[in-house]
């Protein structure tokens, strides 16, 4: 199977129903996307499938072939910089296990998006679960990443 990933052309003999969760981690070494539910519920396996998220842990490794496949390692540029040093900033994470899944949802709706309203950004974070801060920090850390800088307004 040849895929991108990373920015980087890989080619890897695998089978063809192998999870892309597994395979980013246990024969990749790419431990940023982490494995929690299994069942595509909580969204700490997130990845981006040619630009858009998606939970690794429902993807099969065919699924990928011919793709574009960025992991939270990879995830580069102003934008995503934007995203990371927001949620450092506003304390966007507690334990930090759904943070890598949660950054690139954020980083996709800010591509897609540059300045989302609250309910924009709740439906974007829909398929992420985070059980310790309680969303309050990631939402400021989102407002605080977008291009609008500002206040985020209450969901409409």
Known sequence: MTFRLNGEERTIGTWPARRM???????????GTKRSCEIGRCGACMVLLDG?????CLLSAYQCSGADLVTIE????ERAGRVKAAFLQEGGFQCGYCTPGMVISVSSL????PCPSRLETE????????RCTGYGSIFRAVCRASEGQGEMPPAE
Request: hydrophobic content about 40%.
């Open 123 to 130: 439906e974007a974070l829909a398929g992420n679960i985070c």
């Open 110 to 113: 800010l591509e897609h998006n």
């Open 52 to 56: 858009e998220p998606v939970n690794s």
């Open 21 to 31: 969760l597994t395979l980013l981690r246990e024969d990749l070494g790419l431990t």
């Open 74 to 77: 990879g995830l580069q540029g």
